[in-house]
């Protein structure tokens, strides 16, 4: 084992970068995660961090790098800060509407979609979305898919959605897309797919005492006993 | 730089050979050898003896003790007039607690759930290997059983292991009917994939999103359910009655620092693991918020802890990018043919031995010099993942890893190409708060889900079978926590139980090294802080 690095310094390079954190600029060394150097210079992160692990979507930060005019997002998590960076936590958090729905009393999941997000048939198109998602989701795309009820596709599209919000605020038809792929993807799991047979099968074979016999063999062995039984056999 | 290459080149070059040589899985007597000499768990000066509360006499790490024998953060004479008064209080915003939460309101129960993040900032949506559920037809639940008691050194609970077997695959269908899309062949069956230290393929996935896709489902369901949450409100105390039993807990605002007071029939402790404990200086693949904290609540009302003294070091955590430290490479690369290799370009253990057997074997490795050095200092093995690709096609890596080949892409490496370096990682806290089959600990009223219980898994968990556990047992307490809640009435709160732990603790002469619970660890930098201007030039 090596010695513990302390967290705000793991990654850490021996040249030493200027970042602006929410206007402020500090000294930090090059190599840290835009986490790490809030950690570094001093801030106590309790929103907006959680997972740390890239899959959370809670660190979503915005960002614009020196010559760059525009503002881009990404997690704080696992991106790096650069020379000339400026930064800020977001937070994640939107006060967005979050439709309730009960999957196993819709008749249509497909019409039902414009009962439930009426709003999505209203895209204007204007791409915003798809440009703040942090995890390259082609997400404008993926809220016509929905609404043309290609909702198999919208669930490999948003796989990845880490549910961080970026892309509901910036939508100008009060869309919020990765509520609008989350039902569609549900939907097709839950009420468009067929049910695994290989998985009822076994359900049933359970629930038709199959194994109850062994399983009070097993429940009465001594450990000695349940060593040897447990040998998988060659 | 140049040893790293030149090793990384061995890697390549002896991929031929390696691809004809199969590595026999050790004999039991072989495997204990390895693991005493090399498994953190077995490393004598670490482990201290516990001497207050109902474990007293047994040994742990350093860091669990000093959690277990620490002082609370309330004051004694806070003011307890309820807030919140609810049937079930749920703690904890990963798969178990929203598991439990739904089960109980389901069955009528008034719930609460609160947490100390966000909702879903957990440890669950971050698995990406996938759910052991025997389901293909020569798997059983009794194989699944005995891989999981052989893995678990034949520790765990037998009458925990079979509701975990048996209700299996009734969790996978009840998430389904969710809308949990878990991947399936032509024939629109589940896939199985196959896991280290199991004798079948029953590895359920969702790509390498498995915990991410069943989190976002789940939290959508709490919220269509209409439970309230409460985000940013870690308990970080219990109440009980004067009988002892659990009647509910103080939260923390985590905004303005308020005390919050609930008032509960039954609590479920959901609250997850304890790798930013970094125990024994180690890494973790842990969210931030795991920090064992329902060891300690549950242990001051009275419950006891089951092998708290034993941790899982998942065998591949990334050592390169030093950025990466720590982080997870998921089982699912050795699943799928990815081999473990030193640094002369040789294979040393089975992948697909259980992680205390292949995490020890690495540590062996470099331990006896056969690990490669990074540019930070860390040392590692190799994992050679672009064998996956010439294993099962071009392309392959791609589509089964997308999480993991964006996350390394970030830093330039490329997976498809490159093998990674590798260590072990702290990953997963394979014991916790003694359970019985309805999840109730020993202190009545208490109810513990998830990896925050123990007992299940033995003195190592089997890969997958956490996320099971997540959903089997988050609904076996959450049934028998509304149950609970329907034949009891409210009791009174109190905290006579810390006063009297404290004393004792006083009694056996010793000094709190710390407040617990943690609730978050602490990562901020004390030095001085540079100005940007002073450090221009
Ligand atoms: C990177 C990684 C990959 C993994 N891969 C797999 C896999 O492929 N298969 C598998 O089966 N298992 C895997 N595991 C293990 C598995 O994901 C976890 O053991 C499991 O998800 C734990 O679920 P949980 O609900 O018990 O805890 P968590 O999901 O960690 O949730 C605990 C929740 O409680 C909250 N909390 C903590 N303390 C408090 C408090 N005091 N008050 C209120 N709230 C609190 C936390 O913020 C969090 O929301 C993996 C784990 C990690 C870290
Ligand atoms: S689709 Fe929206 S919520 Fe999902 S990752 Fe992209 S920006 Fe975040
Ligand atoms: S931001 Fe809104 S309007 Fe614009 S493309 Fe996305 S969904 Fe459509
Ligand atoms: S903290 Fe979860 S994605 Fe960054």
Redo the contacts with the bound molecule.
């Keep these: 084992m090596t010695e513990r690095v302390h967290e705000s310094t793991i990654g850490a390079q021996s040249r030493m970068i200027t970042v602006e954190i929410m206007g402020r600029p500090y000294s930090v060394p090059d190599g840290l995660t835009m986490l790490r150097a809030m950690w570094y210079t001093g801030h106590e992160v309790v929103r907006g961090a959680g997972c740390l692990?890239g899959f959370c979507g809670a660190c979503a930060a915005t960002y614009r790098t020196k010559d760059d005019v525009r503002l881009r997002n990404t997690l704080a998590c696992q991106m790096l800060v650069e020379d000339g960076m400026s930064f800020f936590l977001n937070f994640s958090y939107y006060p967005n509407r979050k439709s309730i729905y009960d999957l196993d009393q819709i008749s249509d999941p497909k019409q039902e979609l414009f009962k439930i997000y009426p709003e999505a048939s209203l895209c204007r198109n204007c791409n915003a979305c798809t440009e703040a998602c942090p995890q390259g989701i082609d997400v404008r795309d993926g809220v016509w898919k929905a609404v043309f009820g290609d909702f198999q596709k919208v669930s490999e599209m948003f796989m990845d959605c880490v549910m961080c919000g970026q892309c509901i605020p910036v939508c100008i038809a009060d869309i919020a897309p990765n509520h609008v792929a989350l039902y569609a993807s549900r939907a097709h799991g839950a009420r468009l797919t067929a049910p695994p047979q290989n998985l009822t099968r076994r359900v049933d074979e359970i629930r038709s005492g199959k194994y109850t016999d062994e399983w009070k063999k097993i429940l009465s062995m001594s450990e000695e006993e349940l060593k040897a039984a447990g040998q998988p056999s060659k | 730089m140049d040893v790293i290459a030149e090793s990384k080149s061995k890697v390549i070059h002896e991929r031929d050979e390696r691809r004809k040589q199969t590595v026999p899985i050790q004999s039991p007597e072989e495997r204990d050898r390895l693991v005493r000499a090399f498994h953190p768990d077995y490393k004598k000066e670490e482990y201290h003896k516990i001497q207050t509360g109902p474990n007293a006499g047994e040994r742990t790490v350093r860091e669990v003790a000093e959690l277990l024998e620490s002082d609370s953060p309330v004051p004694a004479d806070l003011d307890l007039t309820p807030q919140y008064r609810v049937d079930v209080l749920v703690?904890?915003?990963?798969?178990?607690?929203?598991t439990a939460a739904l089960t109980a309101k389901a069955l009528g129960a008034d719930v609460l759930l609160?947490?100390?993040?966000r909702?879903?900032?957990?440890?669950?949506?971050?698995?990406?290997?996938?759910?052991?559920v025997a389901i293909t037809e020569d798997d059983s639940p009794v194989t699944h059983f005995f891989d999981t008691l052989r893995g678990g050194h034949l520790k765990n609970d037998p009458k925990l292991l079979k509701v975990l077997v048996e209700e299996g695959p009734k969790a996978a269908q009840w998430l389904i009917g969710l809308g949990v899309l878990f991947d399936r062949d032509e024939s629109g069956n589940l896939k199985t994939k196959k896991g280290g230290g199991s004798t079948k393929p029953r590895?359920l996935t969702c790509s390498d999103y498995?915990?991410l896709e069943i989190?976002r489902v789940l939290k959508d369901e709490v919220l269509n359910q209409r439970i309230p949450i409460l985000e940013f409100?870690?308990?970080?105390e219990l109440l009980t009655d004067p009988d002892g039993r659990c009647s509910g807990a103080v939260?923390k605002n985590m905004d303005n620092d308020q005390f919050i007071v609930v008032e509960a029939k039954s609590v479920i402790l959901?609250?997850?693991?304890s790798?930013r404990l970094h125990i024994e200086g180690f890494p973790?693949?842990?969210?931030?918020?795991?920090?064992g904290?329902?060891l300690v609540?549950a242990y001051r009302t009275g419950a006891k802890l089951a092998h708290a003294d034993t941790f899982q070091y998942?065998p591949t955590g990334a050592v390169f990018p030093e950025q990466l430290a720590g982080?997870?490479v998921?089982?699912?690369i050795r699943s799928d043919g990815g081999h473990l290799v030193n640094r002369n370009g040789k294979r040393f253990v089975n992948e697909l031995d259980t992680r205390d057997v292949v995490a020890a074997s690495i540590i062996r490795e470099c331990a006896e010099g056969r690990g490669v050095k990074t540019p930070a200092g860390r040392v590692g093995v190799w994992l050679d993942i672009p064998m996956i690709d010439l294993l099962l096609g071009e392309g392959n890596i791609t589509k089964r890893f997308p999480a993991m080949v964006r996350q390394f892409e970030r830093y330039g490496i490329d997976i498809r190409k490159e093998p990674v370096l590798i260590y072990p990682t702290l990953?997963?806290q394979n014991g916790g708060v003694a359970i019985d089959t309805d999840g109730q600990s020993q202190t009545q009223g208490l109810f513990v889900?998830?990896?925050?219980s123990g007992g299940l898994h033995g003195r190592n968990r089997l890969?997958?079978?956490?996320?099971?556990?997540?959903i089997v047992f988050?609904k076996r307490a959450g049934a028998a926590a509304a149950q609970r809640a329907k034949s009891v009435p409210a009791g009174k709160l109190t905290l006579s139980h810390v006063t009297r732990f404290q004393k004792e603790l006083e009694k056996n002469g010793i000094k709190p090294k710390r407040i617990a619970?943690i609730?978050l660890p602490d990562y901020v930098r004390r030095a001085e802080i540079m100005p940007a201007a002073a450090a221009k030039q």
């Design positions: 692990g | 703690v904890g915003g990963g798969g178990a607690g929203a609160v947490t100390k993040l909702m879903g900032d957990s440890n669950t949506v971050m698995a990406q290997g996938g759910m052991q590895l498995t915990g989190m409100s870690p308990v970080v939260l959901a609250t997850g693991g790798g973790t693949s842990n969210h931030y918020g795991a920090t904290d329902a609540l998942h982080a997870l998921t089982e699912g990953h997963y889900a998830g990896e925050a890969m997958g079978n956490s996320l099971l556990d997540l988050g619970p609730i």
